[in-house]
């Protein structure tokens, strides 16, 4: 029984997707006499917790109820919320049933004391490792101060990203199409090199799917793009930003600036590379808690190379190059966890995760 409400927790708690970052995703139900009586989910950053929506939208008195939670409560203040822990012992609520410990310092196991020693019963662990998979932004952003990074892959059957005339793999517009734009939805940021503007002209928006637009990042070392690019014409400029190098162009990037784009500048290499991690602390310290990497080859090297990546989605379609450009140009090989294989249309995705969270 534990195990189906922590489920419908979950559920409840993906309605933050997009919304909450960097906050958790958390879905609370409260149960009595084995029936549903309230249920509520951290719906905004900076709004009401999960529980404390629960306990308001409740249609009986919560005497004797058991509240089901995909994370711990917290206990700690000066914050944007009150606490949640009393406000639940307060409730009547006599058991309290959670998947994960929550990893921010000043909650950490904290939460669950409290409500033990007001007398409630507390059940630890359930489907724990569907709650970290659900929350695996967070867990990164919180314990590692830099996001979570995912690479997204589109790639012919024989790993080639284009073919020897340069044509891009095409991955189907629907099904494949649509998930990509739903994961826009879902992360803080994309991010695609000077390359891929140059070649692809992106907008990086979500059409296909509900949702809000992530940040817009642009690696351009050089600062090379185009500024007549469609992806610096779109509304909300102050989310498209550019990475750039030290060494490049000054009045260019004051260009790109006056027209409300933000330019992010770092130290580089001889050869004008930018440190990824510097990159990613950088993004960390701008509330950026997940990255979603859409290309190109040169790009994906980087991340991969310094070993700064969590995921890959692998979006491989039925087309054999023969030749072409390998999606990844790598010095040692690297071995990952199958998360999950769906195929989509014509396509397959593949879901690749390093080994724990
Ligand atoms: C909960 N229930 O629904 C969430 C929790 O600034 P605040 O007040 O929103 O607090 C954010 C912190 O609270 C966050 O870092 C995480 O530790 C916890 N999130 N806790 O009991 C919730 N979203
Ligand atoms: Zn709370």
Not at 1 to 12: A, G, R, S, V, Y
Not at 99 to 111: E, R
């Amino acid at each position: 029984m534990d195990n189906k409400f922590i489920e419908k927790c979950f559920k409840l708690a993906t309605r933050g997707h997009g919304n909450v970052s960097p906050n958790p995703l958390v879905g609370a139900i409260i149960v009595k006499d084995g029936k549903i009586i309230g249920e509520g989910w951290h719906k905004k950053f900076g709004d009401v917790h999960a529980e404390v929506n629960a306990i308001k939208n409740s249609s009986a008195s919560l005497k004797n109820s058991t509240l089901y939670c995909n994370l711990e409560p917290c206990v700690h203040k000066n914050k944007k919320t009150p606490p949640c822990v009393p406000v639940i012992i307060k409730s009547g609520i006599t058991r309290v049933v959670i998947s994960n410990i929550d990893p921010n310092i000043n909650v950490n196991g904290k939460g669950i004391t409290e409500l033990r020693k007001s007398g409630i019963k507390v059940v630890v662990g359930v489907d724990e490792e569907t709650g970290y998979k659900l929350n695996r932004f967070f867990f990164k952003y919180i314990k590692n101060k830099i996001p979570y990074v995912t690479l997204k892959i589109a790639q012919s059957s024989d790993g080639k990203i284009t073919d020897s005339i340069g044509n891009q793999t095409q991955i189907s517009e629907k099904k494949s199409g649509k998930f990509v734009h739903k994961q826009r939805s879902i992360y803080d940021a994309v991010l695609v090199g000077a390359g891929s503007i140059k070649t692809d002209n992106p907008l990086l928006t979500v059409r296909s799917v509900k949702g809000r637009n992530p940040v817009r990042i642009i690696l351009d070392g050089n600062l090379s793009v185009p500024l007549n690019s469609r992806i610096f014409k779109l509304d909300e400029p102050e989310k498209t930003w550019i990475i750039k190098s030290n060494k490049s162009n000054r009045s260019k990037a004051h260009k790109f600036i006056n027209k409300g784009i933000k330019v992010l500048e770092f130290p580089s290499d001889k050869r004008n590379k930018i440190s990824i991690k510097k990159i990613l602390q950088r993004l960390g310290e701008l509330n950026i808690s997940s990255v979603f990497v859409e290309g190109g080859q040169q790009v994906f090297s980087q991340f991969i190379q310094s070993n700064l990546f969590d995921e890959i989605i692998l979006l491989q379609s039925a087309q054999l190059f023969g030749r072409g450009l390998s999606s990844v140009s790598l010095k040692k090989s690297l071995r990952l966890k199958i998360n999950s294989v769906e195929i989509l249309d014509d396509d397959i995705k593949i879901v690749l995760r390093k080994e724990k969270h």
